[in-house]
């Protein structure tokens, strides 16, 4: 059965810290693409992280570059989302997602991040942004 497990969300102040983890099951995480999405109450779910297969190409938006990485560990079917100087507005539940990379080897990086591309979701992890 494929899976994607996210985890590690949390309840975390302004300025803080927190890194999120997607772990796949029942597939080899190495052919996919991996997308870290957010969705808030009353809002349309946003691409907020984009790493691809083999040379890890990563893409972020303005929304968040500088303050989030996204790596991956194959060895570990694992993808991290690693996010920093948090926000208020960074307040949502994230989900990670899988895409095969032949289906985005020719795309545009900064179009990567349409979550209609996307086979496989995980569950979702709520993150909380307050003093």
């Known amino acids: 059965q494929l899976q994607l497990v996210a985890s590690g969300g949390d309840l975390v102040q302004p300025g803080g810290s927190l890194r999120l983890s997607c772990v796949a099951s029942?597939?080899?995480?190495?052919?996919?693409?991996i997308g870290w999405f957010r969705q808030a109450p009353g809002k349309e779910r946003e691409g907020v992280s984009y790493i691809s297969s083999g040379d890890g190409t990563t893409y972020y938006p303005d929304s968040v570059k500088g303050r989030f990485t996204i790596s991956r560990d194959n060895a570990k079917n694992t993808v991290y989302l690693q996010m920093n100087s948090l926000k208020s507005e960074d307040a949502a539940v994230y989900y990670c997602a899988a895409v095969l990379m032949t289906k985005v080897a020719t795309r545009d990086v900064r179009f990567c991040l349409d979550p209609g591309l996307y086979d496989y979701w995980g569950q979702g992890t709520q993150v909380t942004v307050s003093s």
């Open positions: 029942g597939f080899i995480l190495d052919y996919y693409a």
